[in-house]
């Protein structure tokens, strides 16, 4: 089967940086995936890694090693409207490819 | 574009009715997709479709859930009967391609509640 293992919560201070980490365990996906989700919200795409290494978008950077089983999300200059949840997701080729699995998700709170 | 549209936002129904959610993906889409989020199991793909035809509905919990795609902008989950736990967050969402470069765009939701 699969899994993303990612941390429940994190919190850190405005103006900082935060890394949300991904872990996972499945036979071979085609990419990891991130979404944002705030309180009440949608998720909302924020990223895609399809390759090992680092994606950056703004503020909002991804990473992913295939080798280690890991990835990450890293929010530079945290803002309050930051705070709200980030989820992983993989597709799996094992399955239809449309079938895009999710972590349990972390909830980030930013404090000023 | 609006985005995807589902309705209703909100419902609440007792146990044993019928409940039908709404789902109007972004004009152009190719692939539509149900999920139910719950604090318990997370976020969880329920069925999809492409080109309005169902593809994986291996998520499906049971007979009691059904969906159709009638036509390339409107989808219907419906749940018969309903039962408590089925009580969650169901999204629509919606994707041009399969290649997860652009994501999936998600709709505000139905929260539905059984009592």
């Known amino acids: 089967g699969q899994s993303l293992e990612q941390p429940s919560e994190v919190t850190a201070v405005e103006g900082a940086i935060v890394q949300i980490n991904c872990t996972y365990q499945?036979?071979?996906?085609?990419?990891l995936s991130w979404y944002q989700q705030h309180d009440g919200g949608a998720p909302t795409f924020l990223s895609y890694?399809?390759?090992?290494g680092l994606e950056e978008t703004g503020r909002f950077s991804s990473f992913l090693s295939r080798s280690d089983s890991y990835g990450y999300l890293l929010l530079q200059e945290l803002q309050m409207k930051d705070s709200a949840s980030y989820f992983c997701?993989?597709?799996?080729?094992?399955?239809?490819?449309?079938?895009?699995?999710f972590g349990k998700g972390t909830k980030l709170s930013v404090k000023p | 574009d609006a985005g995807v549209i589902q309705s209703p936002r909100h419902e609440v129904t007792e146990m044993g009715q019928e409940v039908t959610l709404r789902c109007k993906p972004i004009?152009?889409?190719?692939?539509l997709f149900w999920y139910r989020q719950t604090m318990m199991r997370g976020l969880e793909l329920l069925i999809y479709?492409?080109?309005?035809?169902?593809?994986?509905d291996s998520g499906m919990p049971e007979d009691r859930f059904s969906a159709k795609m009638p036509n390339a902008s409107f989808s219907t989950l419906k749940i018969q009967p309903s039962e408590p736990r089925d009580s969650a967050v169901y999204f629509c969402?919606?994707?041009?391609?399969?290649?997860?470069?652009?994501?999936?765009?998600f709709g505000s939701g139905t929260r539905l509640t059984v009592v």
């Open positions: 479709f492409n080109n309005n035809v169902p593809i994986d």
């Open positions: 969402a919606s994707s041009l391609l399969i290649d997860r470069e652009d994501g999936y765009t």
């Open positions: 890694n399809a390759l090992d």
């Open positions: 499945t036979s071979g996906f085609y990419g």
């Open positions: 004009s152009g889409h190719d692939y």
């Open positions: 997701a993989v597709s799996p080729f094992q399955g239809s490819q449309g079938n895009l699995i």
